[in-house]
């Protein structure tokens, strides 16, 4: 296997099977939300930054000062220098261990939850909220796993 994970393994064999595709299921859902909320995310922050994209490519940004820049540093954090790229890999890696029966680690519904509530806490309703789905997808797959 790969970075610590392991085969999704339960109970005896009628209830294996059962939790098993549960599990995977809820792995499965965990990944394609992920990937949703980068994609939601993508196509926000791509519209909201359109007229920013022609400065950051003759490289504006390079040594500018931060207080006429600002805006459009924040745009360019927002989108293609913030967690969007990460996040989408992260939706497929969640997707790809599904499908090939691998047992996500506790830990990272966990991380993603104590990553979310702080951010969402201190920017108030936001789209962080929705990183609770996967989170508590995860928490509940790695549960499943176990039984």
Same mark, same amino acid.
């Given at each position: 296997? &790969?970075?610590? %994970? !392991?085969?999704? !393994? %339960?109970?005896?064999?009628? $209830?294996?099977?059962?939790?098993?595709?549960?599990?995977?299921?809820? %792995?499965?859902?965990?990944?394609? &939300?992920?990937?949703? +909320?980068?994609?939601?995310? %993508?196509?926000? /922050?791509?519209?909201?930054?359109?007229? !920013?994209?022609?400065?950051?490519?003759?490289? $504006? =940004?390079?040594?500018? $000062?931060?207080?006429?820049?600002? !805006? #459009?540093? #924040?745009? /360019?954090?927002?989108?293609?220098?913030? /967690?969007?790229? *990460? =996040? @989408? @890999?992260?939706?497929?890696?969640?997707?790809?261990?599904?499908?090939? $029966?691998?047992?996500? *680690? *506790?830990?990272?519904?966990?991380? +993603?939850?104590?990553?979310?509530? *702080?951010?969402?806490?201190? @920017?108030?309703?936001?789209? /962080?909220?929705?990183?609770?789905?996967?989170?508590?997808?995860?928490?509940?797959?790695?549960?499943?796993?176990?039984?």
């Amino acid at each position: 296997m &790969s970075i610590g %994970t !392991e085969r999704i !393994e %339960t109970a005896p064999a009628a $209830d294996n099977a059962t939790a098993r595709t549960r599990a995977r299921t809820l %792995t499965l859902w965990a990944g394609r &939300s992920t990937v949703s +909320i980068a994609a939601l995310h %993508t196509a926000l /922050f791509a519209v909201k930054s359109r007229s !920013e994209w022609t400065g950051w490519l003759s490289g $504006d =940004l390079r040594g500018a $000062d931060p207080a006429t820049h600002a !805006e #459009s540093a #924040s745009l /360019f954090w927002a989108l293609p220098g913030g /967690f969007v790229i *990460p =996040l @989408l @890999l992260l939706g497929l890696l969640l997707s790809h261990m599904a499908r090939t $029966d691998q047992k996500v *680690p *506790p830990y990272v519904g966990w991380a +993603i939850a104590a990553w979310v509530l *702080p951010a969402a806490w201190i @920017l108030g309703p936001s789209g /962080f909220l929705l990183g609770l789905v996967p989170a508590a997808l995860l928490i509940l797959a790695s549960r499943r796993a176990r039984r």
